[in-house]
Every structure is written in structure tokens, then in C-alpha cells.
Nanobody
């Protein structure tokens, strides 16, 4: 069974940056689409960014130009670089592998 472990969350001021990382166990990491999702209090979980096995990326409109997703297949990791953070980016951020595997989440709070 795959394990996904997120790290890098925390408290940051508006305009600041954070880098989230997700480490995956298991095999065939390079063949899976990987994604970052987030869920704010009282809201549904939403896609933030995803990256295919071939390296193609997709971003939510709300984060385009500010967030960058990347993957390192040799290390079985996927990262989310978040710049120019806004209070509305506050949420629990989850890593997802394929369609069914989720990490436990990491809290990101953007506040002054």
C-alpha cells in the first residue's frame, strides 16, 4: 500500500512563500499523475495543481503564476512551490497519487 507523506506547511505572512513536499513509497511512482489539492474550512476539496508522468502541468486559475508543481521521479517526490501567498490560500494541502491515494495533509496558514 502506498504511503504519501506531506511536509513543509506552516504559518506565513501574506506575500510570503512556502514549499510543500510529498514523499511517496511504493513502486512505479513515475507512471502516476501526481496532484496537490486543498481544503479550506467549510469548503470542498479542490485541485490546486497536478503533473502527469510526462511532466505536463495543470493549475487552478486562482494559483496560476504563483504556484509551481514539480516532481523528482528518482526521489519519488512531488513539490509545490507557493509564492505570493494570500490569506485565501489558507487550507489543508493534500498530496494525491493517481485517483485513489491521498496523504494525511499539511496545514498552510497565511496570516499577518
Amino acid at each position: 500500500q502506498v504511503q504519501l507523506v506531506e511536509s513543509g506547511g506552516g504559518l506565513v505572512q501574506p506575500g510570503g512563500s512556502l514549499r510543500l513536499s510529498c514523499a511517496a513509497s511504493g513502486s512505479s511512482f513515475s507512471t502516476y499523475i501526481m496532484g496537490w489539492y486543498r481544503q479550506a474550512p467549510g469548503k470542498q476539496r479542490e485541485l490546486v495543481a497536478q503533473i502527469t508522468s510526462g511532466g505536463s502541468t495543470t493549475y487552478a486559475d486562482s494559483v496560476k503564476g504563483r504556484f509551481t508543481i514539480s516532481r523528482d521521479n528518482a526521489k519519488k517526490t512531488v513539490a509545490l512551490q507557493m509564492n505570493s501567498l494570500k490569506p485565501e490560500d489558507t487550507a489543508i494541502y493534500y498530496c494525491r497519487r493517481g485517483l485513489t491515494s491521498w496523504g494525511q495533509g499539511t496545514q498552510v496558514t497565511v496570516s499577518s
